[in-house]
Structure formats: structure tokens, C-alpha cells
T-cell receptor, first 110, second 113 residues
Framework: GQQVQQSPASLVLQEGENAELQCNFS?????MQWFYQRPGGSLVSLFY???GTKQSGRLTSTTVIKERRSSLHISSSQTTDSGTYLC????????????FGKGTSLTVIP | GGIITQTPKFLIGQEGQKLTLKCQQN?????MYWYRQDSGKGLRLIYY???????QKGDLSEGYDASREKKSSFSLTVTSAQKNEMAVFLC????????????FGEGSRLIVV
């Protein structure tokens, strides 16, 4: 089946440090999304990023479709960034069908 | 903006029992999804529906039934609850077609005793 590999599985940062989260896909894909899940909470879409680079505040997503990878960069991390970051790939088989990675658990300590 | 409401937030049942989770969305989205989230395993698709009365099986559909009687609602039934399927169930919706983001509900936690 389709595989989505996320790394690292967990990450602990001092407040103010930067983070780079990676997502690799085992198959060709149509597009991908990054989600944030707060502890015990729902998922919120951060980026819908079919290709190239997108930025929103301190977050930057870069997707290289032909290399089947995407990254999420968090600059100047804050304690409120703590939570789980998940990437999901869309195969584009006619209707959205997203396959998710296991996520990166981020903890930012003051 | 819209919202996705899942009920109940916690569903407690006995082993072998049939249990139903409900999801409502007011985005007027055509497509709705049920995902299961196990600790350390990410999200896995159980069922999705592209329109009223449509049902499409995901990778994890065995042991589950779904129903989409209205555009705004999508329910999921665990046909015979087992202790090894205690997890968080997440409902989501999106507009039809590629390029649309997923919106998620808060999740429902299944507890089997």
C-alpha cells in the first residue's frame, strides 16, 4: 500500500529554535497537505501544497513532487507550537483520498 | 466559516456491542470521511462518501458500516466492538475535486469494556 514516512518521530526544542520536519512518499502523488493537531484535539490544515514553497508566518512548506518529498520549517519556535504535525498525500484518483503519515510530535520548552 | 460536530465525544460500550458515531457538517461539502487514529499509527481511512447515499470503502472498512442519508451528516457504526479497536475516530469533510483541504471534527474516543 501507499507509504508516507515522516521524520523525526519526535522532537524537543528550546523556545526560539528552528525545526525542520520531513515527509517522504513511496509513490507518485497528486498533492499533499500538512496538518497540525494540538494535544487531544482536532486536525487543522496548515498548508495545501502541490509543489513549490508556501509561507505562512513562521511556517514554510516546500514540496518537490518529482522527488516525492515535502518539508515543514518552523522558525523561532514557541511553546504554543507544541503538538503533532502530520503530512498527508493525495493520490488524485478522482476524489480526494488522503494517506497520512504517523506524525512528528513536537515539544517546545520555555 | 463552518464547523464539523461529532457525537458523542466519548463512546463507551461492551465487547461485541454495535456502536454508532455521528458527524454533522455545515460547510455544505459534498465529500465526507471517517478516519481512525491509533496512537503511533497516524490516520487510516475507514469510509468516505462523495455525495448523499454514496459510500466508498477505505483501507480499514472491515468491521464497520457507514451511512450518508443526508448531505450534512455521515454516521459510522462499529458492528461488533472489540477491545483492540479502542481509538479516536475523526470525521472530516471537503469540497469535491482536487485542491480542496480537509476540515476535521474534534474526534470521538471509543472505549470498549
Amino acid at each position: 500500500g501507499q507509504q508516507v514516512q515522516q521524520s523525526p518521530a519526535s522532537l524537543v526544542l528550546q523556545e526560539g529554535e528552528n525545526a525542520e520536519l520531513q515527509c517522504n512518499f513511496s509513490t507518485s502523488l497528486n498533492s499533499m497537505q500538512w496538518f497540525y493537531q494540538r494535544p487531544g484535539g482536532s486536525l487543522v490544515s496548515l498548508f495545501y501544497n502541490p509543489s513549490g514553497t508556501k509561507q505562512s508566518g513562521r511556517l514554510t512548506s516546500t514540496t518537490v513532487i518529482k522527488e516525492r518529498r515535502s518539508s515543514l520549517h518552523i522558525s523561532s519556535s514557541q511553546t504554543t507550537d507544541s503538538g503533532t504535525y502530520l503530512c498527508a498525500m493525495e493520490l488524485g484518483t478522482g476524489y480526494q483520498n488522503f494517506y497520512f503519515g504517523k506524525g512528528t510530535s513536537l515539544t517546545v520548552i520555555p | 466559516g463552518g464547523i464539523i460536530t461529532q457525537t458523542p465525544k466519548f463512546l463507551i460500550g461492551q465487547e461485541g456491542q454495535k456502536l454508532t458515531l455521528k458527524c454533522q457538517q455545515n460547510f455544505n461539502h459534498d465529500t465526507m470521511y471517517w478516519y481512525r487514529q491509533d496512537s503511533g499509527k497516524g490516520l487510516r481511512l475507514i469510509y468516505y462518501s462523495i455525495t448523499e447515499n454514496d459510500l466508498q470503502k477505505g483501507d480499514l472498512s472491515e468491521g464497520y458500516d457507514a451511512s450518508r442519508e443526508k448531505k450534512s451528516s455521515f454516521s459510522l457504526t462499529v458492528t461488533s466492538a472489540q477491545k483492540n479497536e479502542m481509538a479516536v475516530f475523526l470525521c472530516a469533510s471537503s469540497a469535491t475535486g482536487s485542491g480542496n483541504t480537509l476540515y476535521f471534527g474534534e474526534g470521538s474516543r471509543l472505549i470498549v469494556v
